[in-house]
C-alpha cells in the first residue's frame, strides 16, 4: 500500500454535529492537493485531548491548524493557547445568537494568542488561507494555489463575458 503523505493541515472540529463542515474544508484542502488529517476535539467536553492534539501538532509536522466550531466557540483559542501554529479559526452560524457567538469568540481573541478568523459558514476562506501559509514553504502548494486563482480569475472573466455577450443580444422588455 502506498504510504500517505505527512498531513500539512490539522482539521479540528468541535462535535460530530460539525461533520459537514469539515468534510467541506477537506474536499478545498484536496482541490489544492494539501495533505491533511481531520480530528473531533471539543475545548468543552474533552479538554485534555484538544490540549494534547495542540501541542503536539508541530513536533508532529503540522504546519496550521483549522478550527471548526460553532456557539460559545472556544475551540481555535483553546487550541492557539496550546501551540505556536498558526490556527485559523471558522466560526459556523448555528444556535439561537445565529454565530455572532462563534464569530466574536474567535475574532476578539485577547492581544498575543490570535486565531485568523475566516468568515461565518466561510470553509473555502480557512482553506485557501491554510494554503497560503503553506505555500511561502511548499512550492507544490505555492503552484496549485497560483493555478487555483487563475482559474478563478478566469472564471469571473467568463461570466462578464457571457453577460456581456447576452446584454448585447437581449430584446429590450416594452415600456408599460
Ligand atoms: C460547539 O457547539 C460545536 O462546535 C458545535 O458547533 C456546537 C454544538 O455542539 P453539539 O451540542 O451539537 O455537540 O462546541
Known sequence: MPE???PLVGVVMGS??????GQQVSRYLQELGIPHESRILS???TPVEAAHYAQSAAERGLAVIIAIAGLAAHLPGVLAAYT????IG???AGGPLRGQDALYAMVQMP????VATVGLDNPRNAAVLAAQILAVRHSDVRARL???RREQTESVRLADRQLQQSSATAV???RP
Open 172 to 174: 429590450p422588455e416594452p
Open 84 to 87: 505556536w501554529l498558526p490556527v
Open 146 to 148: 497560483l493555478q487555483w
Open 43 to 45: 475545548a468543552h467536553r
Open 16 to 21: 460530530k454535529s460539525d461533520l459537514e463542515w
Open 4 to 6: 500517505q503523505p505527512q
Open 111 to 114: 492581544p498575543g494568542v490570535p
Open 90 to 92: 471558522l466560526p459556523l
